[in-house]
């Protein structure tokens, strides 16, 4: 009986090969490994701002509005999309439509897929920057198109920054052909935590413009970004706006991953497709959270630009813990690749590799063995990174382990003495 089942309800072809997936593996194996520090999949472990979650309890509390307990629009609750709306033509400095250029989606994933499902199809061709975010590759398979890579790479031999991995701009326009339908851009780049510089971004728009290419920016980092650093959005570009659709999280911008609240904003032209694929999923998002998004959106307007905005705050935060972070890691004789935004820092352990000794493990990429072998004897996991490469590329960061920082400072000084433990026990010279 069971077989017959099988055999009529197995995966169906078109989720083939995607079996795997980085997060559900190693928030299993935090689960079976409780005595490990948990610096995989990026969140922080302390409370996000009080003013955030205060609108939602008083959103929850019965003395408000009943109707914030029902559907709201699908397209984005009324005052979230005008709060949205507000925000971003204030950051790209153009009118934007909150009622026709602005979606909200369960999460950055939600825009993601309606923008891939609503504009992707067999024959169609995606471009796609690695190390990218793992999620890209299956939406496009499934919506029928073919991801096409390139890598970046690290192109100045001496410098340890994130900043120093660059396109080669010859071989991305090799890459532009008649099939061409769609490039995604990540910046500020996770796991590399690279923010693109207006040069780069002015000539990835350049090719799409020469070859009719829309440029999907996933720039759910936006806020992150460390205060040195100039988050240049694609969308700001001369000639841009037309073609580019950008992609936010307030999982992101205000540390709510499990709000699980997204967004995306372009012309009315391109965003009509993904409401037609949003429409046709999941209708509509949650009403509390984008009510409560809506508040705090509301607040950082005025403060855009400011010393006081909670996003130029949350920026130099996040530049503090890396800091004290990356100080750890060096003790322990990795070599970091400083980041630039974000809450990763990715880290070279080839200069231990005399130390290692990962013949307990079992997985096919070198990075995966190592990441879950440190995890097991020295109590710290991170992420192996070739989970953002294609198959052919893989090798490319085997000696890489991404660690997230973005964690309250006894989580980081409980890093410190486990990182320090390892040093110690195998003679790495401070
Ligand atoms: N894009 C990138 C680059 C990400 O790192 C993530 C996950 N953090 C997402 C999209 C998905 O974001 P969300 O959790 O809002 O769906
Ligand atoms: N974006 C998060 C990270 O890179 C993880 C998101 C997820 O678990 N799917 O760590």
Not at 37 to 42: A, T
Not at 51 to 75: E, F, M
Not at 104 to 110: I, S
Not at 401 to 424: M, N, V
Request: glycine share 6%; with cysteine; charged share 25%.
């Amino acid at each position: 009986m069971s077989s017959s089942i099988d055999a009529k309800f197995g995966l169906h072809k078109k989720y083939k090969g995607l079996e795997k997936n980085v997060w559900v593996e190693f928030v299993a194996f935090v689960a079976e490994h409780k005595d490990v520090l948990n610096l995989g999949q990026g969140f922080p472990d302390f409370h996000p701002a009080e003013h955030v979650t205060a609108a939602l309890a008083k959103i929850c509390s019965n003395s408000g509005d009943p109707l914030l307990h029902q559907y709201t629009r699908s397209y984005g609750h009324k005052r979230l999309v005008d709060a949205l709306a507000k925000m971003y033509g204030k950051l790209i400095n153009r009118e934007i439509n909150p009622m026709t250029e602005v979606l909200v989606t369960v999460g950055a994933y939600g825009s993601l897929f309606a923008t891939f499902m609503s504009m992707i199809g067999p024959g169609d061709e995606v471009i796609l920057i690695e190390p990218h975010y793992d999620c890209y590759r299956p939406i496009v398979l499934l919506a029928g198109g073919k991801p096409v890579h390139i890598s970046l790479k690290p192109t100045k031999p001496n410098d340890t920054t994130s900043g120093a991995w660059t396109l080669d701009m010859k071989e991305l326009e090799a890459l532009f052909n008649q099939n061409t339908k769609i490039i995604v851009v990540n910046t500020p780049n996770n796991p590399l935590g690279k923010v693109y510089n207006r040069k780069e971004l002015t000539e990835i728009g350049d090719l799409c413009k020469k070859h009719n290419v829309v440029c999907i920016a996933d720039e759910v980092y936006e806020m992150n970004v460390f205060p040195e650093y100039e988050h240049v959005r694609m969308a700001s570009l001369p000639g841009m706006w037309e073609r580019t659709i950008t992609v936010g999280s307030s999982g992101k911008a205000f540390s709510l991953t499990g709000w699980k609240t997204g967004w995306s904003y372009g012309p009315a032209n391109l965003m009509k497709n993904l409401f037609v694929a949003h429409q046709s999923c999941v209708y509509t998002c949650n009403t509390p959270c984008q009510e409560a998004l809506a508040i705090a959106v509301e607040k950082e307007i005025p403060l855009l630009g400011t010393k006081d905005s909670f996003f130029y705050q949350l920026g130099a935060d996040l530049k503090m813990r890396c800091d004290i972070f990356a100080k750890s890691v060096v003790r322990a004789g990795f070599v970091p690749i400083m980041p630039e935004a974000g809450a990763f820092l990715c880290a070279n352990w080839k200069p231990l590799e005399s130390k290692v000794d990962l013949s307990s493990e079992k997985d096919e990429y070198l990075d995966y063995r190592f990441a879950k072998w440190y995890a097991k004897k020295w109590k710290v996991l991170g992420i192996p990174p070739s989970a953002f490469y294609s198959e052919p590329h893989k090798r490319e960061c085997e000696y890489l382990i991404r660690f997230c920082f973005y964690k309250k400072e006894e989580t980081l000084a409980r890093a410190d003495d486990l990182l320090t433990k390892w040093a110690d026990a195998n003679n790495i010279a401070p």
